[in-house]
Every structure is written in C-alpha cells, then in structure tokens.
C-alpha cells in the first residue's frame, strides 16, 4: 500500500515563498506521473503542476513562472516551489502520484492521493 504526506503550507504574505513536499512510502518499484491540485473555498480542485516520465512536465497557466515542480526519486518525493505568491493561490494542496508497486506475486499498479496542506496567502 501506498501513502502520501504532503507537508509544508502555512500562512505567507503576498509576495512570499513556500515549498510543499510530498513523501511517497510504500513497496514502490515506480513513480510514473505525480501532480500537485489544489483546492479552493467554494471551487473545484485544478491541476497545477504535474510531471510524467520522459520530463513531460506542465503547469496551470495562473501558475506559470512563479511555481515548479521537481522530484527526488531516489526519496520518492515530489516537491512543490511556489514564489510571488497571490493572495488566489490560497487553497488546499494535494499530491497525486501514479505508479507501479511491488508485491509478493510481481508487481501492481497504485493511483494515490495526499490528505493535502493548506496555504494560506494573506496580508
């Protein structure tokens, strides 16, 4: 079974820095795509950056230039680093990862999210 920690949020003023981790564990042989989402008050969940294998990486366009997202395999985390940040990047944060695990009979697929971390973007 696999699990994910985000950690990481907290309250930062307009203009601020924050980086979000996300450590993955488990029998992981993989991990072929991770994003971070975000959620809102009253909104929907969006996608805000995501990397798949081959370094296909992309970002929500609200997003571009000011966060990235970069990945230690070796720990199996993805990290989250967010600049200039607005007072609309306020949210909960979650990781998503998608990947194959090991098991006693071979190996299984696993599609997991994070319980999130909440940013807080405030004056």
């Known amino acids: 079974q696999v699990q994910l920690v985000e950690s990481g949020g907290g309250l930062v003023q307009p203009g601020g820095s924050l980086r979000l981790s996300c450590a993955a564990s488990g029998r992981i042989f993989s991990i072929n795509f991770v994003g971070w989402y975000r959620q809102g008050p009253g909104e929907q969940r969006e996608l805000v950056a995501a990397?798949?294998?081959?370094?296909?990486?992309n970002y929500a366009d609200s997003v571009k230039g000011r966060f990235t997202i970069s990945r230690d395999n070796a720990k199996n985390a993805v990290y989250l680093q967010m600049n200039s940040l607005k007072p609309e990047d306020t949210a909960v944060y979650y990781c998503?990862?998608?990947?194959?695990?090991?098991?006693?009979?071979?190996?299984?697929?696993?599609?997991?999210w994070g319980q999130g971390t909440m940013v807080t973007v405030s004056s």
């Open positions: 990397d798949a294998v081959g370094g296909n990486t």
């Open positions: 998503h990862a998608v990947g194959v695990v090991r098991s006693p009979v071979g190996v299984s697929t696993f599609d997991v």
